[in-house]
């Protein structure tokens, strides 16, 4: 459940998009009222797509902080990213600062891994998960690396793929092509972790 919550965003920017790009008509109107004048209806979609991922990670971690009264900072990293991405491809009418929107988020996220553990020592992969599971001092380091380089990895690609296809393959593969290598590569983690977990049954 708490998967699907903070994948919110996402899907709502994909259902939306699918949404306005199949009624375009309505949708022209509804960005031409809403975002400001000069938008054609080419870029209704994806404005409109922005537009509802900001105010639906506003309202996630609105939510969250009437629950628990505390917000994780990846959450408030990923606000501040949509915000500054997502609120320049509505002021400009510019699809292309969203789509570097997913690159900066992962080259952030494996910049602070590999940042943390090559100059300050400090394994943060091992500090969210070891009170879960006991590893080697060595497999704490491959994973935090493979981490790393997983997130740069995504960065690159998702520029690849911006830049190489079309507006909707990009789309589609920020939701399924996204989601879809996190989990294999969260899959092939685990049979790489399996041996040491059953060393030790704890």
Do not use: C
Request: proline share 3%; net charge positive.
């Amino acid at each position: 459940m708490k998967f699907l919550f903070d994948l919110l965003p996402v899907i709502l920017f994909f259902g939306v998009y699918k949404f306005a790009g199949a009624n375009q008509d309505a949708a022209y109107q509804l960005a031409d009222q809403w975002l400001g004048a000069g938008i054609t209806p080419q870029q209704a979609p994806i404005l409109l797509a922005t537009a509802v991922t900001i105010l639906a990670t506003f309202a996630q971690i609105g939510w969250v902080w009437l629950r628990h009264r505390k917000v994780d900072t990846m959450l408030w990293v990923s606000l501040v990213i949509i915000v500054v991405f997502g609120g320049a491809t509505l002021l400009f009418h510019n699809p292309t600062f969203i789509k570097w929107k997913p690159t900066a988020l992962y080259w952030l996220f494996g910049g602070v891994l590999a940042i943390s553990a090559l100059l300050f020592r400090r394994n943060l992969i091992r500090r969210m998960l070891e009170a879960q599971i006991r590893l080697p001092d060595a497999v704490w380091d491959k994973l935090n690396l493979a981490w790393a380089g997983f997130f740069l990895t995504m960065g690159v690609l998702n520029l690849y793929v911006a830049y190489s296809f079309s507006e909707e393959a990009w789309v589609n593969f920020k939701l399924f092509g996204g989601m879809g290598l996190m989990f294999a590569f969260v899959l092939a983690q685990g049979f790489f972790l399996s041996k040491y977990l059953e060393e030790d049954p704890q």
